[in-house]
């Protein structure tokens, strides 16, 4: 459907690229003040070494000695060194991460970050719709040929909501015909617009049933869902159907927001969703978000990261649809889900997410803070060991190799102090993340054994579920087993093919 240059890997290529070619915002300054650095230092060595002779003085080799080591203390090595491998360093570790930042200038920002605007859909929530109730409005339409329309238009639609009435229809057996759909159109922030069979089908929110339909009033029955999301259809003016869609926050979204909060980062819902499923969201977080946003615009979401960023500082947004790519770009750093955001939002991004894991922004922020704490103290000492060099030959005496080990030494401190950047999210927190992904594929293994078979599950449960706080082998705690204990791995594709099968050994073994 695109040519090999607009797939995702040639996309992620050309990103992978600009971010090793741009520079930081502090190795952009240290590049523009050596333009006039070196030449002052050249120009300073030379009448150190002629103008003291020149005028009477004695011992010019002590004079020639120094200006040797002024040359050599004063290169800047160690200082131009300090920023471009540091950043180098933490960009591969944001990679390794599984977040791809888009150069050095967006990592520096990261550490400064102050507040986080968050979206609902796909970004907070998992994205993944479930329709909970659909009827049709009157006696105008059959249900059938409703869901037949609907389903034609929302499967031209990327957006989650549209997956949902898409399964929805499906499961009706209704199969969607997107290729009869005539004047597709997607209406930001209300809903989506065809034109099927000779009908106008407008599908979407309120704002969808302001614009279409001339009746504004709602069903009874949707005044009391709460927690939910709730669609409106409109066909040739009128009001023929209703639905509402329930979606579930991502796992670790509530920890990711508190790790923020403990960082002193601020979180923000700004969402195009009703204000009932902003509030059940943020029910479900435990309260984590500190203000609520509701029913927006593309262009209201720009307004309020505009505000945020003038009232707490540099923002972040976090979204995934194309209607956060005007906020992302924005926000002083915008992040993209990778996996489920669209090709928009990761353009105007700074920064993509390649998983759903939302815990990776707070690590993203952690990793901007050390990587500037780095870069500082990369800075710092390699403008102290030559000053001290310096000082040395001026007060005592000219030694020349002090000024190269100095100077050399320098450089060698800088590369491995930014190779600890390496390191960053390793150790005791990385055991602690691998034990709950190992969580979370046991938990995804028990749910498939038990789709399969249910005695299966008991028995992986029994091994998985009881044992775990005795031990656990990703963090090789250790763990006392009875003498005759017996582990089994039961495999899902052999419970498939026939009877369950088991391979058995004494634990010991």
Same mark, same amino acid.
């Given at each position: 459907?695109?040519?090999?240059?607009?797939?995702?890997?040639?996309?992620?290529?050309?990103?992978?690229?600009?971010?090793?070619?741009?520079?930081?915002?502090?190795?952009?300054?240290?590049?523009?003040?050596?333009?006039?650095? +070196?030449?002052?230092?050249?120009?300073?060595?030379?009448?150190?070494?002629?103008?003291?002779?020149?005028?009477? %003085?004695?011992?010019?080799?002590?004079?020639?000695?120094?200006?040797?080591?002024?040359?050599?203390?004063?290169?800047?090595?160690?200082?131009?060194?300090?920023?471009?491998?540091? +950043?180098?360093?933490?960009?591969?570790?944001?990679?390794?991460?599984?977040?791809?930042?888009?150069?050095?200038?967006?990592?520096?920002?990261?550490?400064?970050?102050?507040?986080?605007?968050?979206?609902?859909?796909?970004?907070?929530?998992?994205?993944?719709?479930?329709?909970?109730?659909?009827?049709?409005?009157?006696?105008?339409?059959? *249900?059938?040929?409703?869901?037949?329309?609907?389903?034609?238009?929302?499967?031209?639609?990327?957006?989650?909501?549209?997956?949902?009435?898409?399964?929805?229809?499906?499961?009706?057996?209704?199969?969607?015909?997107?290729?009869?759909?005539?004047?597709?159109?997607?209406?930001?922030?209300?809903?989506?617009?065809?034109?099927?069979?000779?009908?106008?089908?407008?599908?979407?929110?309120?704002?969808?049933?302001?614009?279409?339909?001339?009746?504004?009033?709602?069903?009874?029955?949707?005044?009391?869902?709460?927690?939910?999301?709730?669609?409106?259809?409109?066909?040739?003016?009128?009001?023929?159907?209703?639905?509402?869609?329930?979606?579930?926050?991502?796992?670790?979204?509530?920890?990711?927001?508190?790790?923020?909060?403990?960082?002193?980062?601020?979180?923000?819902?700004?969402?195009?969703?009703?204000?009932?499923?902003?509030?059940?969201?943020?029910?479900?977080?435990?309260?984590?978000?500190?203000?609520?946003?509701?029913?927006?615009?593309?262009?209201?979401?720009?307004?309020?990261?505009?505000?945020?960023?003038?009232?707490?500082?540099?923002?972040?947004?976090?979204?995934?649809?194309?209607?956060?790519?005007?906020?992302?770009?924005?926000?002083?750093?915008?992040?993209? *889900?990778?996996?489920?955001?669209?090709?928009?939002?990761?353009?105007?991004?700074?920064?993509?997410?390649?998983?759903?894991?939302?815990?990776?922004?707070?690590?993203?922020?952690?990793?901007?803070?050390?990587?500037?704490?780095?870069?500082?103290?990369?800075?710092?000492?390699?403008?102290?060991?030559?000053?001290?060099?310096?000082?040395?030959?001026?007060?005592?005496?000219?030694?020349?190799?002090?000024?190269?080990?100095?100077?050399?030494?320098?450089?060698?401190?800088?590369?491995?102090?930014?190779?600890?950047?390496?390191?960053?999210?390793?150790?005791?927190?990385?055991?602690?993340?691998?034990?709950?992904?190992?969580?979370?594929?046991?938990?995804?293994?028990?749910?498939?054994?038990?789709?399969?078979?249910?005695?299966?599950?008991?028995?992986?449960?029994?091994?998985?579920?009881?044992?775990?706080?005795?031990?656990?082998?990703?963090?090789?705690?250790?763990?006392?087993?009875?003498?005759?204990?017996?582990?089994?791995?039961?495999?899902?594709?052999?419970?498939?093919?026939?009877?369950?099968? %088991?391979?058995?050994?004494?634990?010991?073994?």
């Amino acid at each position: 459907m695109a040519l090999a240059e607009n797939s995702t890997v040639a996309k992620m290529e050309r990103l992978v690229e600009e971010a090793q070619q741009s520079k930081s915002k502090t190795q952009r300054l240290i590049d523009s003040c050596a333009k006039y650095y +070196t030449p002052a230092v050249v120009v300073l060595g030379a009448g150190v070494a002629l103008l003291p002779p020149l005028l009477g %003085a004695r011992d010019a080799e002590r004079w020639f000695r120094l200006a040797l080591v002024l040359l050599v203390s004063a290169c800047p090595c160690a200082l131009v060194l300090s920023t471009p491998v540091a +950043t180098f360093c933490a960009l591969l570790t944001a990679a390794r991460m599984g977040v791809l930042v888009k150069g050095g200038d967006v990592l520096e920002s990261l550490g400064e970050i102050r507040a986080v605007a968050f979206d609902k859909t796909g970004t907070i929530t998992r994205g993944e719709f479930t329709v909970d109730m659909f009827d049709v409005v009157g006696q105008k339409v059959q *249900m059938s040929h409703l869901l037949y329309w609907i389903s034609s238009i929302e499967s031209k639609s990327s957006h989650p909501m549209a997956a949902a009435l898409v399964e929805h229809a499906q499961s009706k057996s209704i199969q969607p015909k997107p290729e009869c759909v005539a004047e597709f159109r997607i209406l930001p922030g209300e809903g989506v617009y065809g034109e099927i069979d000779g009908k106008r089908i407008y599908v979407g929110n309120k704002r969808v049933l302001a614009r279409g339909s001339s009746c504004q009033t709602v069903p009874e029955r949707m005044n009391g869902l709460k927690g939910v999301s709730i669609g409106y259809v409109i066909c040739d003016g009128d009001l023929v159907g209703v639905f509402s869609l329930s979606d579930d926050c991502r796992t670790g979204a509530a920890e990711a927001i508190r790790e923020l909060a403990s960082m002193g980062i601020s979180s923000v819902l700004l969402t195009g969703d009703s204000a009932e499923a902003a509030v059940h969201a943020q029910e479900r977080l435990g309260g984590a978000l500190e203000e609520l946003h509701s029913e927006l615009f593309p262009e209201d979401k720009v307004r309020l990261v505009g505000a945020l960023k003038a009232r707490a500082g540099p923002t972040m947004m976090v979204g995934d649809g194309m209607n956060d790519a005007p906020a992302l770009a924005t926000a002083d750093v915008g992040v993209s *889900m990778g996996i489920s955001g669209s090709a928009a939002a990761m353009e105007t991004s700074h920064a993509t997410l390649m998983s759903s894991d939302i815990l990776r922004v707070p690590e993203a922020v952690r990793l901007g803070r050390r990587a500037r704490r780095t870069i500082a103290v990369n800075m710092v000492s390699s403008v102290a060991a030559k000053a001290a060099v310096l000082a040395l030959a001026v007060a005592w005496r000219p030694v020349l190799w002090a000024a190269v080990l100095a100077d050399v030494g320098t450089c060698l401190l800088v590369v491995l102090n930014s190779m600890l950047l390496l390191g960053e999210g390793r150790g005791r927190r990385g055991k602690e993340e691998a034990c709950r992904a190992t969580a979370r594929s046991l938990e995804m293994r028990r749910s498939q054994l038990a789709a399969v078979s249910p005695d299966a599950a008991t028995k992986s449960v029994g091994k998985t579920g009881g044992d775990a706080p005795k031990g656990c082998h990703c963090c090789h705690k250790p763990s006392r087993s009875p003498e005759h204990s017996v582990a089994i791995d039961v495999r899902v594709d052999e419970q498939r093919e026939g009877p369950t099968a %088991a391979t058995c050994a004494p634990a010991k073994k």
